[in-house]
Nanobody, 116 residues
Framework: EVQLVESGGGLVQPGGSLRLSCAAS????????MSWVRQAPGEDPDWISA????????FYDNSVKGRFAISRDNAKNTLFLQMNNLKPEDTAVYYC?????????WGQGTQVTASS
């Protein structure tokens, strides 16, 4: 079955950095577009970044553009999100996401907190 396992979250001060990972299995990772979404307490999930299967074409929401970088290692079935210059408003649970028709899948999420 499809499995997505996020890791790398934690508590950092504003301006700090974190690198999130998503270990994927149960589907053809190398031919699948992937994305990251986040959900702050009491709010709906927000799409923040996506990457095409080949790892070249990338998309970012304006809220993270210039600060976050999405990447992938298809040989290791792993998705990454490098997060720099973190702000308090980045605090959320971060999920990796894949569409395997007809369903979309999320992992269990990893908590990111940017606070002093």
């Amino acid at each position: 079955e499809v499995q997505l396992v996020e890791s790398g979250g934690g508590l950092v001060q504003p301006g700090g950095s974190l690198r999130l990972s998503c270990a994927a299995s149960g589907f053809s990772f190398g031919s699948s577009d992937m994305s990251w979404v986040r959900q702050a307490p009491g709010e709906d999930p927000d799409w923040i970044s996506a990457i095409r299967s080949g790892g070249v074409v990338k998309f970012y929401d304006n809220s993270v553009k210039g600060r976050f970088a999405i990447s992938r290692d298809n040989a290791k079935n792993t998705l990454f999100l490098q997060m720099n210059n973190l702000k308090p408003e980045d605090t959320a649970v971060y999920y990796c996401n894949v569409l395997v028709v007809p369903h979309a899948y999320w992992g269990q999420g990893t908590q990111v907190t940017a606070s002093s």
